[in-house]
């Protein structure tokens, strides 16, 4: 069945249901981990990017962010940009430095 906005829920069958928030979840998903077009590096974006790209908690996103994530995290704001490839080169120098 081809849906558009003004299709009703009601109309669509669980099909068509499970379908749309599949392409829904593709698209939330996506969104997370970004190439720039232009030089290639890839950024996540707020606490919950920290939280996909480390495998943390909210609480523990904050904690990287505020102390040795500091260097690769962009903030103006309410707005969150975290530099995978630094945040990644941060983090082993972190583990292996102070924690061992």
């Keep these: 069945m081809i849906f558009d906005e003004t299709t009703p829920i009601a109309a669509l069958t669980v099909g068509d249901l499970k379908e749309l928030l599949r392409e829904l979840k593709l698209d939330r998903s996506s969104a997370t981990v970004k190439p720039n077009q232009g030089n290639g590096k890839r950024y ?4 919950k990017g920290i939280q996909s790209l480390f495998g943390c908690s909210h609480l523990t996103a904050q904690r990287y962010k505020d102390t040795f994530l500091a260097p690769a995290v ?14 990644v080169e941060l983090f082993k120098t972190h583990k292996d430095g102070n924690n061992g």
């Excluded at 996540?44 to 606490?47: C, I, Q």
């Excluded at 903030?75 to 945040?87: F, P």
Aim: net charge neutral.
């Design 44 to 47: 996540v974006y707020g606490l």
């Design 74 to 87: 962009m903030q103006q704001g309410r707005k969150i940009v975290i530099d995978v490839e630094a945040a």
